[in-house]
């Protein structure tokens, strides 16, 4: 059974950092991908990024490129996520999720079959 675990979230202030946690187990599969999606209140599931469990390739959405990096460790089964500047903006639940069947442009959240409780980020001063 596919498990993931998000950690890292908080409260941070307008212009901080944060790094996100997903621990990702239960994989069998040598071909998935981990992306992570955020969700603000009133709003819908967004994908942010995505990295590929072959060959580490990462992919961004647009609103995501700049401030986010997406990143993995695969001997501890981790993938992160570090966020720049945050902007109050930025609040939201952040989810990782995994999925076998991604497609490689725009992060779909239909492609994606498992998914993590969700940890939640708040900026704000």
């Known amino acids: 059974q596919v498990q993931l675990v998000e950690s890292g979230g908080g409260l941070v202030q307008p212009g901080g950092s944060l790094t996100l946690s997903c621990a990702v187990s239960?994989?069998?599969?040598?071909?998935?991908?981990i992306a992570w999606f955020r969700q603000a209140p009133g709003e819908g599931r967004e994908g942010i990024s995505r990295?590929?469990?072959?060959?580490?390739?990462?992919y961004y959405e647009d609103s995501a490129r700049g401030r986010f990096t997406i990143s993995r460790d695969n001997a501890k089964n981790m993938v992160f996520l570090h966020i720049n500047n945050l902007k109050p903006e930025d609040t939201a639940t952040y989810y990782c999720?995994?999925?076998?069947?991604?497609?490689?442009?725009?992060?779909?959240?239909?492609?994606?079959?498992?998914w993590g409780q969700g940890t939640q980020v708040t900026v704000s001063s």
């Open positions: 990295i590929q469990s072959s060959d580490g390739d990462t």
């Open positions: 999720a995994a999925s076998f069947h991604y497609g490689l442009g725009y992060i779909s959240r239909i492609e994606y079959d498992y």
């Open positions: 239960g994989v069998t599969k040598d071909t998935y991908a």
